[in-house]
């Protein structure tokens, strides 16, 4: 009986072969194959010496393994805070790090923010997530960190249209200014690869307010309030963005005011 | 798992670090890199522990998470800031005890690395880890035959670099 299959088996055949993965019968046809035919018989010998003793290679880069550094990174992932939180741990030392550059009047491009989950899920963290991000950063500011920076409306300015080009939108102070707060400076991250801005205002009675942007591509969604982090958040989807305003402000001032920039960005 | 799951998944992590860190290395080529990957790939363990199925193995599960956190976090930041560049100090040195062995493993590990991301981790897993082809697809997430077409396009690859004569590093056969 002859178990030959009808065409010559490729080099993918040739590699299950070697590698033992062939059912019996399939095996059985390269082998007749290969007990006939010159060709089959030069590609799988070229197929074999492409083998390597892979393991001992491989086994070099455990090596250099940084026990040490490894071992006490596990240990001191806190068994009692709650994982999202821990996360951001790197991002507020980068948060701070920002406000410094900032006070150097170095102009910060770009801060990635670490995405917190993977595959299905991180679709839904772009959509959600990156407002947990942004309460959690927004955080780190106090009156003081905005009183210290100098109202100069040609800086506002330049900083909007660099933030805006990035987010492809028109970012100018007419568009975003609020009545009763001053806008203290505007800022570029990154979230999940997509751009960020972060416009902070400071407000005389209720301390630091951000509107933030990210360019997510998300479909519309209606204002929503919430609280995040000890703050009110109000926050939407319009034309494949999303904004949120964050804030000690009371839910309510705070969502009139999200109303207003809501409408500027409707059109 | 159960209420002991964490405590046990902290042991068994401890106990995979090498190959979490080897595996991190070979999708990233850089040390701090796959630092992070690791770091992140135990983060995520711990944080998802209740979702380890319990009579499937551990070191697969973390493979997989290890496998996703590249592909979907970390990868594009090396690919953005390294270009792919493999590390120089990547490989070990060359000297100690074991010089002789070392320089055909070398030799194999520097081949290896310059073989495309995906076939290298796929040489990695089914190679090294000893996955079986549909292990792989599944830790992967791809089909069976995209592992069988990997794992023959490196062969076909490391073998041009073999020498005419097959002699060259042919399955632990040293370099004459």
């Known amino acids: 009986m002859n178990d030959k299959s009808e065409h010559p088996p490729g080099d993918v055949e040739l590699t299950a072969f070697l590698d033992g993965e062939l059912s019996g019968e399939q095996r059985t046809s390269v082998q007749e194959w290969l007990n006939e035919d010159d060709d089959v018989r030069a590609r799988l010998s070229r197929l074999a010496s492409g083998g390597r003793p892979f393991r001992e290679a491989f086994d070099l880069l455990t090596e250099g393994v940084p026990y040490s550094r490894l071992e006490g990174m596990l240990a001191s992932i806190d068994r009692s805070k709650p994982v999202a939180a821990r996360r951001w741990q790197v ?24 995405a917190p989950t993977t595959g299905i899920e991180q679709r839904e963290a772009v959509s959600e997530n990156w407002r947990q991000a942004v309460a959690e950063y927004f955080g780190l500011n106090t009156a003081d960190t905005l009183a210290a920076v100098p109202d100069d409306d040609a800086a506002r300015v330049r900083e909007l249209k660099a933030v805006g080009d990035r987010l ?82 009371a839910p309510g001032k705070l969502r009139q005011r999200a109303e207003t920039i809501a409408a500027r960005f409707s059109s | 798992m159960t209420d002991s799951g964490p405590e046990q998944l902290r042991s068994e992590l401890r106990s995979h670090l090498a190959r979490l860190w080897r595996y991190a290395l070979v999708l990233s080529t850089n040390r701090d890199v796959a630092q992070d990957l690791v ?46 560049v493999i590390d120089a ?37 089914v190679y ?43 399955a632990g056969k040293r370099r004459q």
């Not at chain 1, 009763?180 to 505007?186: E, H, N, S, V, Y």
């Not at chain 2, 990547?90 to 495309?116: C, F, H, M, W």
């Not at chain 2, 880890?129 to 292990?135: A, D």
């Open chain 1, 91 to 114: 991002s507020l030392l980068a948060g701070a790090a920002v406000i410094a550059a900032f006070v150097l009047g170095v102009v910060v491009d770009r801060l990635v923010l670490p």
């Open chain 1, 168 to 249: 492809n939108l028109s970012l100018t102070m007419p568009r975003l200014a609020l009545s009763g707060l001053t806008l203290k400076r505007a800022d570029l991250f990154s979230f999940d690869g997509h751009p960020l801005a972060e416009v902070l205002y400071l407000d005389p009675q209720d301390g630091p307010v951000a509107l933030c942007i990210i360019a997510n591509g998300a479909p519309d969604t209606a204002i929503t309030t919430e609280r995040r982090e000890d703050r009110n958040v109000v926050f939407w989807q319009s034309r494949g963005r999303g904004f949120l305003l964050i804030g000690r402000t």
């Open chain 2, 39 to 84: 770091q992140a790939t135990c983060v995520r363990a711990l944080e998802r522990a209740h979702q380890f199925q319990p009579g499937t193995r551990v070191d697969r599960w973390l493979f997989a998470i290890l496998h996703s956190i590249w592909l979907n976090e970390l990868r594009a930041r090396r690919v953005r800031t390294g270009q792919g």
């Open chain 2, 89 to 125: 100090d990547l490989l070990p040195s060359g000297d100690g005890d074991r010089a002789e062995t070392n320089i055909l493993a070398r030799q194999v590990l520097s081949e290896v690395l310059t073989l495309p991301e995906a076939q290298r981790e796929t040489v990695l897993l």
């Open chain 2, 128 to 170: 090294v880890e000893g996955l079986s082809y549909r292990e792989a697809a599944e830790l992967l997430e791809i089909p069976v035959g995209t592992v069988m077409s990997r794992l023959a396009a490196a062969r076909a690859t490391l073998g041009r670099l073999a020498r005419p004569d097959g002699s060259a590093v042919a």
